[in-house]
């Protein structure tokens, strides 16, 4: 059999703390996932993680493996020290399939696993208790366009009944899936506990329309901004934007705040809508101003329409 260096798989120092060891395991299951992972050998990398993280969290399977030295190399052929299961207490004939999943050097050097106050001990095999990686578990949430744009926290029931506070990442899609590592399922033995799978939901905000990664929003204009132009103010889910609006404009002409739609590596635009809003004489003189408009401007907006008959 060849030799496994652990430490080697989760890609810290032999003196690691506990927390770096911990923040290794979690980036790299995260990273070889088989739900989510895209490298064609991630299925065996999972369980190579799952298995080094395994040995390394425990105290007593780490001094024990630490027992072996620091001269082996990884992929070396691998032969457990005589006396090793006296000296250690751990047992090498894989008598309980605590291993399950697990490599052949794990089972050689810890006994297929099993722990009942020491690794491999006699309880444990007598038990046939399997050590087993805890379940995912999936949630839902509903979250407003708002929210994903600022990034925001929310609450979410995990897999262990608590209530947690998650970090929407900025710009998160319709149906995209963010997952906690550790938060689900608790594992046996021990065995990692299970991932949090949270689907995202997203609710648009009154007025504004969710279109990829950009925003839509229809503003209204009052007739002489559109005939004049104006500077109009257009409230965003970033803030609030100067908009110049140029003489002549029409309902439906499209104006593109560059950048300002939905964050991400490229971020999404804005794009507001004009829409001409004619607002209703309430005196004799603002009926009268309508009145000189018609008599004045030889405007007929019908001009070009062509009969079909």
Known sequence: MKYVDYYKVLGVARDASQDEIKKAYRRLARKYHPDVSKEADAEQRFKEVGEAYEVLKDEEKRAAYNQLGANWKAGQDFRAP????????????????????????????????????????????????????????????????????????????????????VKIPKGVKEGQKIRLSGQGEPGTGQA??????????????PGYRLNGQDIEMTVPIAPWEAALGATITVPTLGGKVQLKIPAGSNSGKRMRLRGRGMPGKTPGDFFVKLEIHTPKPGTIEEEALYEQMRSVFKYDPRADLQTVY
């Open 82 to 165: 005589p006396g090793w299961d006296a000296n250690t207490g751990f047992g090498g004939s894989g008598e309980a399939d605590f291993g399950r999943g697990f490599s052949e050097f794990f089972e050689s050097v810890f006994g297929g696993g099993g722990f009942s106050g020491r690794p491999g001990g006699r309880a444990g095999r007598q038990h046939g208790f399997h050590a087993r990686r805890g379940a995912d578990s999936r949630a839902t949430i509903t979250v407003s366009l708002a929210q994903v744009y600022r990034g925001d926290e929310v609450s979410v029931r995990t897999g262990k009944g608590k209530m947690l506070k």
């Open 192 to 205: 990692p506990d299970g991932d949090l799978l949270i689907e995202v939901h997203i609710r648009e905000e």
